[in-house]
């Protein structure tokens, strides 16, 4: 009698979170770019962003998982690191990318981190690499040339192209932080302080509240639709933020980390295909080639680097 595979189910689930969190997290972006044309800044765009999130989801947190929320002094440090770099910094360094440069470009820049991770592990870790996760670095680097074009002097702008690098250098701290904290916290516990810490900063340094009077109203022009910037706000917290955060840890329960990488491919495709669609940004064939190489030296890195650590939390 032929047996019936009960993983099926929840692994096509896991599957379609995955990707549905990847694709939320990829409207960010084109998002986020409509708002600052209104004159808002990125660090007041982050600090609402990161807020609303935080006030979500951390009371949320708190009352289905209260366990998740139990920090000792020693955490400090991690809760620290977590919520500046990966939260903060990573999303503040975007602000400022996609400011500057096409939305697709600022995307692909973020998806060096995996390469930064590998040299991390092989530099500091003293880890030897595999031949693969080389050649993933070398066509990172290749494709990073391309995207940036590096050719063109003048046109190019290097504070985007700056920030870019940096959101990629806080998102490799967050994949570093996050190895070491999932270790021993639950995520979602882990993911609310990062916020909550991340929202205190940023509205500390950038306070939306500054904005000019009327800023919360004025039009964000998204294609052919035209909403006030407090509804792109809410979007950005609740669709670009928590329902992503929320959907890729339920899914990771389930997929591999290896499988949860190459999904990931689809958020920078599917970035740029929004910006095309509502922003009218297109990247040229030069740009196009390059994110392919970057890409899948990214994905590369991914599938043939070291493993993270099973998390021991229950």
């Known amino acids: 009698m032929a047996t019936v595979d009960k993983s099926a189910p929840s692994r096509a689930r896991a599957t379609g979170l995955s990707l549905t969190s990847w694709v939320l997290f990829a409207s960010s972006g084109p998002v986020a770019k409509a708002v600052l044309a209104t004159g808002w800044s990125p660090g007041a765009v982050t600090a ?3 807020g609303l999130a935080a006030v979500l989801l951390l009371p949320a947190v708190g009352v289905l998982r209260p366990r998740a929320l139990r920090f000792r002094r020693g955490d400090l440090g991690l809760l620290l690191g977590y919520g500046l770099l990966g939260v903060a910094g990573v999303q503040l360094f975007f602000f400022v990318a996609v400011a500057r440069v096409p939305v697709g470009v600022a995307m692909v820049l973020v998806n060096l ?3 930064l991770v590998a040299l991390w592990v092989r530099v500091v870790r003293r880890t030897r690499l595999p031949g693969p996760v080389w050649l993933g670095i070398a066509l990172a680097v290749a494709g990073l040339a391309l995207v940036a074009q590096i050719w063109q002097g003048a046109r190019l702008d290097l504070l985007g192209v700056a920030a870019g690098l940096g959101a990629a250098i806080c998102s490799a701290g967050y994949f570093l932080l996050g190895e070491h904290g999932a270790s021993r916290h639950d995520p979602f516990g882990l993911t ?4 909550a810490i991340g929202a205190v900063v940023v509205l500390a340094v950038s306070p939306p509240w500054a904005q000019p009077p009327g800023s919360f109203s004025t039009p964000v022009v998204l294609g052919d639709l035209r909403v006030p910037v407090w509804v792109a706000l809410v ?4 669709a670009g933020t ?3 955060y929320l959907a890729g840890l339920e899914s990771l329960r389930v997929l591999p980390p290896a499988a949860a990488s190459v999904l990931a491919l689809v958020e920078p495709l599917v970035a740029a295909a929004l910006a095309w669609l509502l922003l009218g940004e297109a990247l ?3 740009q196009l080639a390059g994110a392919v190489l970057l890409l899948a030296g990214a994905i590369l890195v991914q599938l043939a680097g070291p493993k993270p650590r099973r998390p021991a939390w229950p």
Do not use: F, K, Q
């Not at 979007?235 to 609740?238: F, G």
């Open 284 to 286: 040229g064939p030069a």
């Open 192 to 195: 609310a302080a990062g916020l």
């Open 113 to 115: 981190a995996p390469a």
């Open 48 to 50: 609402v962003r990161i």
């Open 235 to 238: 979007a950005l917290a609740v």
């Open 242 to 244: 928590v329902l992503p």
